[in-house]
């Protein structure tokens, strides 16, 4: 399982970790979706985060891999184009994943929506809103140049919603606004910690 998939768990699944807050019974009850961090994964336990209704209901916790029924992938959700069915589509965040779709389509690189995003569009649960940015997960390939990426974040610059894309290797993640400015010595985020470096995939 990999960093930004969600998991749909299985009734009466168990979470552990630190002091669970009270709101995040609540939340598991009405949408039994949490979604995976970086971080190692050892003897079946994932690393998960709790998402509430607001930004400040975020609760770091680990599941079991038994307790996981289902694992929807960001670019399982753009293959879908589940956003189109969205009840809430009109929303800004929701509204810029077309043209998102398709600056990657003419790129060809995989993707998918993840955040706020992506986790309405797997859990039903309403935690988008009006001003909620877009958070974009891509994983370029050897065929995929620094010109290429630059030229999508510029045709995606152009949207009216704040679109932050991570991109996603085998080493780890790196914000591509942050990697265009600086590709030899950036900010990597790791299963082990974060880095600063030269970002491969």
């Known amino acids: 399982m990999r960093p930004h998939d969600l998991l749909r768990l299985r009734p009466g699944a ?12 609540e939340t598991i009850s009405s949408a039994p979706f949490v979604v995976v961090r970086r971080g190692e994964q050892c003897l079946g336990q994932i690393p998960v985060g709790v998402r509430g209704r607001t930004r400040a209901h975020r609760h770091a916790a680990t599941v079991h891999a038994s307790d996981v029924a289902e694992i929807i992938a960001p ?29 990657a389509m ?66 780890g993640a790196v914000a591509l606004r942050e990697w265009l400015l600086s590709p030899q010595r950036v900010l990597i985020k790791t299963r082990d910690g974060p880095r600063l470096g030269a970002f491969h995939w």
Not at 14 to 25: D, F, I, M
Not at 75 to 92: D, F, I, T, V, Y
């Open 106 to 171: 003419e790129l060809d690189v995989v993707w998918g929506p993840g955040g706020s995003v992506g986790f309405e569009l797997a859990s039903g649960m309403p935690v988008v809103h009006e001003d909620s940015d877009l958070d974009v997960i891509m994983r370029p390939t050897s065929r995929h140049s620094r010109e290429d990426l630059a030229r999508l974040a510029q045709t995606i610059g152009g949207l009216s919603v704040r679109v932050d894309i991570v991109l996603e290797s085998a080493h």
């Open 14 to 25: 168990k979470l552990s970790g630190v002091e669970t807050p009270a709101w995040v019974a």
């Open 75 to 103: 670019e399982a959700l753009a293959r879908s184009a589940a956003w189109r069915k969205c009840l809430r589509r009109s929303l800004p965040a929701f509204a810029a994943l077309d043209p998102v779709a398709a600056a």
